[in-house]
């Protein structure tokens, strides 16, 4: 692929973000006030901002695309909690995504939360996570973006999953 600007891109990725975004948003509690396509609008106009970015591959961009789904849902998860102040935390369910199993909901602030301790302890790890639960990439599609094998990519979820497994208390 040759590098791109997003608004060159988007038209030709527009379809499989919507199919992630939708794909995250069944992840999220019922009656979440965000919708897919306000999810897409927002990676957009994240992602625009980056002026200087040129998209080397769909990879690259998928990669940057899970990170701005993750910070759009804390972000909006955290709003959410102002306005409550305190209520109404957002749940997400982990068995289908994670495979952690025990309980199947957790809050998504906890989740990221863990993510980030989780990246002071194996950087790697959390982004397998945060690309497979944020961004919808299966282990070849990660491996892809982070440039390791597919077998070290399983490694690190297996990992991932037993740390956020003891984090989360699930």
């Known amino acids: 692929m040759t590098p791109q600007p997003l608004n060159e891109l ?6 499989e973000l ?3 975004a939708e794909s ?22 994240r992602l625009g901002h ?12 998928f990669a940057a695309a899970a990170q701005a789904i993750r910070r759009i849902l804390i972000d ?6 102002a306005d409550k102040r305190g209520g109404d935390r ?36 959390a982004d397998v996570v945060a690309l497979r639960f944020f961004g919808g990439l299966n282990m070849e599609e990660i491996a892809n973006v982070l440039g390791v094998s597919k077998r ?6 297996t990992t991932a999953r037993a740390w956020l497994r003891g984090r989360l208390d699930t």
């Open 152 to 157: 070290t990519i399983e490694g690190d979820w």
């Open 76 to 81: 909006h998860a955290r709003k959410k909690n």
């Open 90 to 125: 957002a749940r997400v369910p982990l068995d289908d995504a994670m495979g952690i199993g025990g309980n199947s909901e957790i809050e998504i602030l906890d989740l990221d939360a863990a993510l980030l301790d989780l990246e002071q302890v194996d950087k790697r790890a």
């Open 10 to 15: 988007m038209p030709e990725v527009y379809d």
């Open 24 to 45: 995250s948003m069944r992840q999220e509690r019922a009656g979440h006030t965000l919708q897919a396509t306000a999810l897409v609008n927002e990676i957009y106009l």
């Open 18 to 20: 919507r199919r992630l």
């Open 50 to 61: 980056q002026e200087e970015v040129k998209w080397q591959s769909r990879a690259h961009f």
